[in-house]
């Protein structure tokens, strides 16, 4: 059962912020309308902001457990947005002083995402059609 715990821990803080991205993409879609992507843009920089305030309150804190690690950043975060995982490995790698490996890593994941969509799109609608 122990092995168990990190899973679970990381499963409740996913449904926690999935339940708060729904809660802001019904919010901006009310407020601002579907002609913009708010709702996603909001969380994408709200979790990056909370994703910097807690990696540095816990690079700061060694004594904070695991599972609340777990929790908060794969967890709540990871349900929230996964954008902010995203920023907080490019920031890492921008800090290490790898910046070529970081421009790698923020090019690539960004053009590559978006071309993966389009290939499963498009795969897709090949079958479909």
């Not at 802001?24 to 909001?42: D, E, Q, S």
């Not at 897709?124 to 059609?129: C, N």
């Amino acid at each position: 059962m122990q092995s168990l715990w990190p899973y679970l821990v990381v499963f409740i803080g996913g449904g926690v912020g999935s339940a708060a991205r729904h809660g802001v993409n019904r919010a901006a879609l009310h407020l601002i309308g579907p002609g913009f992507p708010a709702g996603t843009m909001a969380v994408n920089i709200a979790g990056c902001f909370i994703m910097g305030l807690i990696a540095g309150l816990f690079a700061f804190n060694t004594e904070a457990p695991q599972w609340l690690r777990l929790c908060l950043m794969t967890g709540v975060l990871g349900g929230f947005t996964t954008f902010s995982a995203f920023a907080l490995d490019a920031s890492l790698l921008y800090e290490r002083g790898d910046l070529a490996i970081a421009a790698v890593y923020v090019l690539g994941s960004v053009v590559l995402s978006i071309a993966a969509l389009f290939a499963g799109l498009a795969i897709i609608r090949a079958i479909v059609q």
